[in-house]
């Protein structure tokens, strides 16, 4: 089966602070949105990848990749008014009888071998979703109180979350909910199980200063 990327960089990052979207910031030379398209080729340079951007900014990522000399091919379409009409409007370029992973375009310290786990599991039980323990303590909240929560029971998601198209296909054809964090929760509620996989402690997704000294940091590492 065709294996098809779509890699979610449609948001502004104002929590970074800074001029630009947190995906076109440089991570040790390279544009995080680059690193992140490079590690899928590098994983399958047969691979389709569809990347959704701000309309705002489809011409001055053209203009960056001539500037990088970035030629790996992918396709772009415009993001929408939050990711799950991002993802809806790339899901239009995406055939039936294929596997599609949908990936933040601010992980770009995904391994191979995470992707490599995703499609193949997705390939035999429709889905996977990638998935790490939590190490802390944590607590629930409301507004009058707050009690100690079972940490054991809970997992922080990760992408990317494979699915075979016809499944996705056909879930984004729900009336839409803010319940839809992600496209694990949209196939829920379409009625289908969620397969989890292992995730990787290392695939963070670049939300603040922080956390792009940290990938910097962990790829003069290895």
Known sequence: MEQIAIITAGGSGKRMNTDIPKQFLLLNEDPVLMRTIRAFYNYNPEIKIIITLPADYIKYWQTLCRKQRFTIPHDIVSGGKNRHFSVKNA??????????????????????????????????????????????SIRQVDDKKNIKAD????????????????????????????????????????????????????????????????????????
């Open 151 to 222: 940490r054991s029971r809970f997992r922080l998601v990760q992408t990317p979350q494979v699915f075979r198209s016809d499944i996705l296909i056909d879930a984004f054809r729900q009336k839409y909910s803010p319940d839809f964090t992600d496209e694990a929760s949209l196939v829920e509620a379409a009625g289908h199980n969620i397969h989890l996989v292992k995730g990787q402690p290392e695939n963070i997704k670049i939300t603040t200063a922080l956390d792009l000294a940290f990938a910097a940091a962990y790829l003069d590492s290895i």
């Open 91 to 136: 899901i239009e370029k995406v055939e039936r009888g294929s596997v599609v992973a949908v990936h933040d375009g601010v992980r770009p310290l995904v391994s191979q071998a995470l992707i490599q786990t995703c499609f193949d599991t997705a390939a035999i039980l429709d889905n996977a979703v990638p998935v790490i323990e939590i190490s802390e």
